[in-house]
Every structure is written in C-alpha cells, then in structure tokens.
C-alpha cells in the first residue's frame, strides 16, 4: 500500500490507473445478488440477507463476470510493455474458454430449478443439494470456475518465468494490489455461487443458516487453494485442450442425460 504507484513511459494515462479496479468491482457487484442465508425478523421488521433477489439473478451474475476479463485486456494493452499485452491476451483466450464451459454447466441447475433466481435455486435445494444429482455439473464449475480466478495450475497469463508478471508486469503500489485483491474477491464469489449452486446454499441443520453458507464457501476456497499448493503449471495447449475438448463436450453431454432422464421421469 506504500509503495510507489509508477506510471510508465508511453502507458495510456487514461486507461492504465483504472484498469484494475474493473476486475474487482464486477466481482463485488455479483454478491449483491447471492443470499446469504433466510431473512431475519429484527423489531418487527423482515430482514432479507440478500440485497437483490432478481429472477434473474443467474444472468446477471454470468454477465457480470465475463466483465471482469476487460481489466485483464485493458491493463495488459495500456502498459504499453509486450510481456503485458501477451500476458493479456492469455488471459482472455482463457477466460473467454472457461467462461462457456461454466455456463453449459449451470444449464441443468436452472433445469432441475425451473428458476434464475438464485433464491429459487436454493429453495429448489430443499430435500437434497443438487451436488448428489448432478456431480459431473459440479466438477465441471469447480474447474471452470479454479481457471477465472488465473491461479496455479492455471496461472498462464502471469507465468512469471514466461512473462515476468504477465499482464500486471508494470503495476506497482495500490493498483498492483487491486489485481490480487480482485483475484481473492473472485475466487470467494465463485465459491459462493458453487455453494448457491450445488451445495443447497445457507440449508442445513442445527447450526443457524449463514454460519452454514459461510462454512461451505470456506471449505470450496480451501480447495481451491489446496489445488494451487499441489498441482504444477499447465502448459497453454493442455490448457485449452481441458477447457475446449474435455469440459465443453463433458457439459453438453451432462445437459443431453439430465433433460432425457427427466423427461422419462416426468413423463
């Protein structure tokens, strides 16, 4: 926080300061639609813990974080620096690669839901979490969702023996720290959306629902980090070969099974 914040030589002065900030702030702004857990009743008055349940709060969290890969791409071409731009243009090519297969993935959540509210997604979750259901959806969006957040064994765009610090190469001081801050605030609300998704969300007994949803995204993020401590880098063709010939095929064929056993059980 007190380091010196360089601009350098030839960056663009109107882009390069913002830039950061992008991936952060559409991170934040998809919590607004993820419930915490049931309202509460403080004097008299109902409390929801969710500050917008949208109906279509699925599309708006989607939407919003294929937003965040524009503070990769501006802050890689505004540094005016190669190793920057490189880094950037990894970081699209994955993100844009993952981003489909993490939405082929939540196709038989809303199935099984009949709702993008993420409300009803819970509810839907009464008598079971759609992980018992639906775990090759989940494994799809758990990998999916361990490549947006660009950390080891995914962490192409920033290979530091590649490109220096990839798209991030020539920021310092605060601006440095809101890629990786944005980074860390990603990697927990892909952990709440995995929770909202697939693990029932704020439901479960004895203990009062939001130490529930917050014990669930803490185990999701514990894994997500165990995953970073063990696994080696990939290489950028076995990256783009996991997203585009493994995941993508593996989340439609998901969708085909699930609509044809749904509709022999329902008839």
Do not use: C
Not at 129 to 139: C, E, I, S, Y
Not at 235 to 256: C, E, F, S, T
């Amino acid at each position: 926080l007190t380091k010196e914040d360089v601009m350098p030589e030839g960056a663009d002065r109107l882009i390069f300061p913002y830039a950061p900030a992008v991936v952060a702030i559409t991170a934040l702004l998809i919590f607004a639609v993820i419930p915490f857990g049931e309202s509460w009743t403080i004097f008299g008055e109902e409390i929801p813990l969710v500050i917008s349940d949208i109906n279509v709060g699925l599309l708006y969290a989607f939407a919003l974080s294929t937003l965040g890969v524009y503070g990769v791409a501006l802050g890689g071409w505004a540094s005016n620096s190669k190793f920057s731009l490189l880094g950037s243009i990894r970081g699209v090519g994955q993100m844009i690669s993952y981003e489909i297969s993490l939405g082929l993935s939540l196709v038989p959540v809303v199935i099984l839901a009949g709702s993008f509210s993420l409300v009803d997604i819970v509810n839907a979750q009464a008598s079971y979490p759609f992980l018992l259901v639906q775990p090759v959806a989940f494994l799809v969006f758990f990998l999916s969702a361990a490549a947006e957040i660009k950390r080891i064994p995914f962490d192409l765009p920033e290979a530091e023996n590649e490109l220096v610090a990839g798209y991030h190469t020539e920021y310092s001081g605060m601006r440095f720290g809101l890629y990786f801050l944005g980074e860390y605030v990603t990697m927990i609300m892909l952990g709440s959306l995995l929770t909202v998704f697939f693990l029932g969300g704020w439901r479960g007994p004895l203990l009062p629902p939001v130490l529930w949803f917050s014990g669930k995204v803490i185990l999701v993020v514990f894994f997500m980090i165990w995953l970073r401590a063990t696994l080696p880098r990939l290489r950028y063709d076995q990256l783009m070969h996991l997203g585009w010939k493994v995941l993508i095929p593996v989340a439609l064929l998901n969708i085909v099974v699930t609509g044809g056993v749904l509709l022999l059980v329902r008839g």
